[in-house]
């Protein structure tokens, strides 16, 4: 009983995650983090057979992070699902086959646009606009196709994952809290859901963070010295 959804903007992907740990009717945890940040702009959120979905997303996330030591560049959404969705593949061909679905949302720095993928356990890789995995997908697509709109700003995406987590809440038995997280061109940010506007905490943070940094580039005023008394 897994549930996660993704939603693209005009400059933003919104990833959102239940935090559900358990075996059929059995609940073990309700503060499971299943979204992992594999870079500077570029997150996942994931589900399955639990073993498998703690091993996969390490291994992702150390790839990701050695292929940016290595070439002292994060490496760009597109190229990361390539690999992903290869490494699924190649998996599913073995004899220890990843039981993982997940989607990959991320901000491309070069073009200045945001990319979301839905990704199966098979190795199946799509570019879509909103997506959702586990049986949060049953309920949450068609408010999503109603909802959803193209080059939508940041509340109006969220207000459709509120929807989605509402329908939720009110057509499945079991009782979901959802971890969200939003990319864009500052980073990864974590929203509080709870909040009427995740928002302006992070835009506080960000005008903080630039002044620190205009504050860092600015050379210090030099005072004249005083000549000393004769």
């Given at each position: 009983?897994e549930?996660?959804?993704?939603?693209?903007?005009k400059?933003?992907?919104?990833?959102?995650?239940?935090?559900t740990?358990?075996?059929?009717?059995?609940?073990?945890?309700?503060?499971?983090?299943k979204?992992?940040?594999?870079?500077?702009?570029?997150?996942?959120?994931?589900?399955?057979?639990?073993?498998?979905?703690?091993?996969?997303?390490?291994?992702?996330?150390?790839?990701?992070?050695?292929?940016?030591?290595?070439?002292?560049?994060?490496?760009?959404?597109?190229?990361?699902?390539?690999?992903?969705?290869?490494?699924?593949?190649?998996s599913?061909?073995?004899?220890?086959?990843y039981?993982v679905?997940?989607?990959l949302?991320g901000?491309?720095?070069?073009?200045d646009?945001p990319?979301l993928?839905?990704?199966?356990?098979?190795?199946t890789?799509?570019?879509?606009?909103y997506?959702a995995?586990?049986?949060?997908?049953?309920?949450a697509?068609s408010?999503?196709?109603?909802?959803?709109?193209?080059?939508c700003?940041?509340?109006?995406?969220?207000?459709?994952?509120?929807k989605?987590i509402?329908?939720?809440?009110?057509?499945?038995?079991?009782?979901?809290?959802?971890?969200?997280?939003?990319?864009?061109?500052?980073?990864?940010?974590?929203?509080?859901?709870?909040?009427?506007?995740?928002f302006?905490?992070?835009?506080?943070?960000?005008?903080?963070?630039?002044a620190a940094?205009?504050?860092?580039?600015?050379?210090?005023?030099?005072t004249?010295?005083?000549a000393?008394?004769?």
């Amino acid at each position: 009983m897994e549930c996660s959804f993704g939603i693209s903007g005009k400059d933003f992907v919104l990833l959102a995650s239940d935090m559900t740990a358990g075996r059929s009717i059995l609940q073990f945890k309700s503060d499971e983090n299943k979204i992992k940040v594999l870079g500077p702009h570029l997150a996942m959120a994931y589900g399955g057979e639990p073993g498998d979905t703690n091993n996969f997303a390490d291994f992702i996330e150390r790839n990701v992070r050695l292929y940016h030591i290595r070439h002292n560049s994060a490496l760009l959404p597109h190229a990361a699902s390539a690999w992903i969705r290869r490494s699924l593949a190649d998996s599913l061909r073995s004899r220890r086959p990843y039981a993982v679905n997940l989607l990959l949302g991320g901000y491309d720095t070069t073009s200045d646009e945001p990319h979301l993928y839905w990704i199966d356990y098979l190795g199946t890789k799509a570019v879509v606009p909103y997506a959702a995995h586990g049986f949060g997908q049953l309920v949450a697509l068609s408010t999503m196709d109603k909802w959803w709109t193209e080059g939508c700003d940041r509340h109006e995406a969220l207000d459709v994952l509120r929807k989605c987590i509402n329908e939720v809440a009110i057509r499945l038995t079991v009782k979901f809290d959802f971890n969200c997280i939003i990319i864009d061109k500052s980073g990864v940010h974590k929203l509080d859901l709870s909040s009427e506007d995740p928002f302006a905490k992070i835009a506080a943070e960000d005008a903080e963070k630039a002044a620190a940094e205009e504050q860092l580039a600015t050379p210090p005023t030099q005072t004249p010295a005083v000549a000393a008394a004769a």
